[in-house]
């Protein structure tokens, strides 16, 4: 992945829940409906297309077993990712509008500001999930421990694809691979360029 030379920071400050985190950032995408084929794989494996961004998140996950997730650039504050935990009782408004109370064993991705923005490997936030008005996105990758996953999926009751196969384990040296392929396909679905280094 050969693009801008720009860095983007990433901070991994719990290794054991999260011993290898990838990344990239994209811009100048079109966020948009995917074209019939894609949504047809989606459909055939029981996935619901939501666009073209996501739906190649989703079809990468099932094509290689390595969960992706797209956060919009402009809701990342100070530019930065921080993999960590919070104090327990934080709130965190998930993707279905439901405000959950953290625990200190909760593994989440935040930004600089330690604003929750996903529940790693398990949930994406409400806040900060890719739009139709969504133009750049940083694309992340990554290895999450298989028992924090499955005790933060059974606490909070969220069953989702991406915390089934991290609770069974995916292969720590694939995530490059699975961001190079969904780069890829992002760019020739939604336009746009690498616009980071790969972190």
Known sequence: LSGSNAPFAVSVE???ACPRYSGIVLSGLKVQESP????????AVGQRPINNVVDVTNYVRIELGQPLHAFDLAKIGGNKILVKTLPGGTAFKTLDEVERKLLPEDLMICDAESSPMCMGGVFGGFSSGVSN???AIFLESAF???KWIRRSMLRHNLRTDAA???EKGVDPNGTVRALERAVALILELAGGSIASQLV
């Open 14 to 16: 719990n290794t054991e």
């Open 36 to 43: 019939d084929w894609l949504k047809n794989r989606l459909l």
């Open 133 to 135: 008005d969504t133009t």
């Open 144 to 146: 999450f421990n298989p």
């Open 164 to 166: 089934w196969s991290f």
